[in-house]
């Protein structure tokens, strides 16, 4: 594994976290090598958190969190959600639906902006307001929208059962503008004039739906100030380490298949219930995944 994170580095990785922990959380497996930032040489060291908004364990963990409070409420996963909260929703909503986001509930906002998916409080109200869901939704609203509605089923802030949920497990969470971490996309290579023309030929012919669009998905969004302060996911950070051993309490109804995987993370179990985590500073979903492979070998 070692070697493996040095190729990569030096191919144009920037910084690799990686952890492999048993069934009972106990750490099989630590790895830590190259920098926060493609900017900086700062070393990533293995206790260094990472936004966890950005990862793929942020929904999961959200909605297992969440779960818990409500349980803890009498509310199971089968209670009706839309007689409560949305009654103009058309058709049977549970509170499962909302936080597996099965279901989308409104169009997403017109004009949203970083900022505005920062904003937890406006994510909400614009629930109360917004025109039901239509079928169609740009990609960065989905999760905006499980996050809201999971706010509105606590009355309260998702950032506080997940907290709770990692200081149960006894692994440390903070605020993601504590981390050093500051996420980045490979470099093109310069001689490849033909790809950029292209690219720029792609950009112009977008409109500004599109656009928008682009920049609310961009992996890079989690690094703006609004996003690390946010309520959200986006505002919370944990190292794979924690994650890894918070993961494990995720229940299987939140966790589809052994393996998810996003251009920045990707974990991974095995029959043996061992778990591996993998946190990249600099977006590639292949190598994600092949060194959480490697790892449950």
């Not at 909605?63 to 996963?77: I, Q, W, Y």
């Not at 298949?257 to 251009?263: E, I, K, M």
């Not at 920045?264 to 959480?292: I, M, P, W, Y």
Request: aromatic content about 6%; overall charge neutral.
């Amino acid at each position: 594994l070692w070697r493996l994170a040095t190729e990569a580095l030096q191919k144009g990785a920037v910084g690799i976290q990686l952890v492999k922990v048993d069934r009972q959380g106990r750490l099989q497996l630590s790895l830590a090598t190259g920098c926060v930032a493609y900017t900086s040489w700062q070393p990533l060291h293995e206790s260094d958190p990472f936004p966890l908004g950005c990862t793929v364990l942020g929904a999961p963990l959200l909605a297992a969190a969440t779960a818990k409070v409500l349980k803890k409420r009498g509310v199971s996963l089968n209670a009706s959600a839309e007689a409560l909260l949305w009654p103009k929703y058309s058709g049977p909503l549970t509170v499962g639906d909302v936080l597996m986001g099965r279901k989308a509930i409104c169009k997403a906002p017109a004009r949203a902006s970083t900022r505005m998916l920062a904003d937890l409080s406006a994510l909400m109200k614009w629930l109360e307001t917004a025109p039901a869901a239509d079928g169609l939704a740009p990609a960065w609203w989905p999760p905006a929208e499980r996050e809201a509605a999971s706010a509105w089923l606590l009355s309260g802030q998702p950032g506080d059962a997940m907290k709770d949920f990692f200081a149960e497990v006894r692994r440390p969470l903070f605020k993601a503008k504590m981390s050093p971490v500051q996420i980045s996309k490979p470099i093109m290579n310069v001689e490849s004039a033909e790809v950029e023309a292209a690219q720029d030929t792609l950009v112009a012919s977008l409109g500004a739906d599109e656009m928008r669009a682009m920049h609310l998905t961009d992996v890079c969004l989690v690094n703006h100030p609004a996003m690390r302060d946010s309520e959200r996911c986006f505002g919370l950070s944990a190292c794979a380490a924690s994650a890894a051993v918070a993961a494990l309490h995720v229940q299987d109804e939140f966790w589809q298949g052994a393996v998810l995987t996003n251009q920045l993370s990707c974990v991974k179990r095995n029959q043996q219930g061992e778990l591996a985590v993998v946190f990249l500073t600099c977006a590639d979903a292949d190598l994600a995944q092949h060194l959480a492979d490697v790892a449950l070998e």
